[in-house]
Nanobody, 125 residues
Framework: QVQLVESGGGLVQAGGSLRLSCAAS????????IGWFRQAPGKEREFVAA????????TYADSVKGRFTISRDSTKNTVYLQMNKLQPEDTAVYYC??????????????????WGQGTQVTVSS
């Protein structure tokens, strides 16, 4: 099992930036995929980005490509989501999750086994 703790959410104006952090613990991460999802009020939880811990392969949802960047720091067991050019439609609770037996880079909520508690991101217009 992987324990995940998100941080870095907050209130930002449209066009601004935030960096979310996901601190991971509980096992070795050589074959783990860490993903970011978000859930806005009244909407389904949706995929945002994912990174394979070993090798750093990444993938993004079309809605965030070119604006968000996922990365990891192996020395800190932490995955980051740098979010630039934020828009009001990016407002949501952001969750990180771990896919512990990945066959690729999971895009579905059901691909992931362990979840953090979430951090709120609010973008004002």
């Amino acid at each position: 099992q992987v324990q995940l703790v998100e941080s870095g959410g907050g209130l930002v104006q449209a066009g601004g930036s935030l960096r979310l952090s996901c601190a991971a613990s509980g096992r070795t991460f050589s074959n783990v995929v860490i993903g970011w999802f978000r859930q806005a009020p009244g909407k389904e939880r949706e995929f945002v980005a994912a990174i394979r811990w070993y090798g750093g392969l990444t993938t993004y949802a079309d809605s965030v490509k070119g604006r968000f960047t996922i990365s990891r720091d192996s020395t800190k067991n932490t995955v980051y989501l740098q979010m630039n050019k934020l828009q009001p439609e990016d407002t949501a609770v952001y969750y990180c999750a771990a896919e512990t037996n990945p066959r690729g880079l999971g895009l579905r909520r059901s691909d992931y086994d362990d979840w953090g508690q979430g951090t709120q991101v609010t973008v004002s217009s």
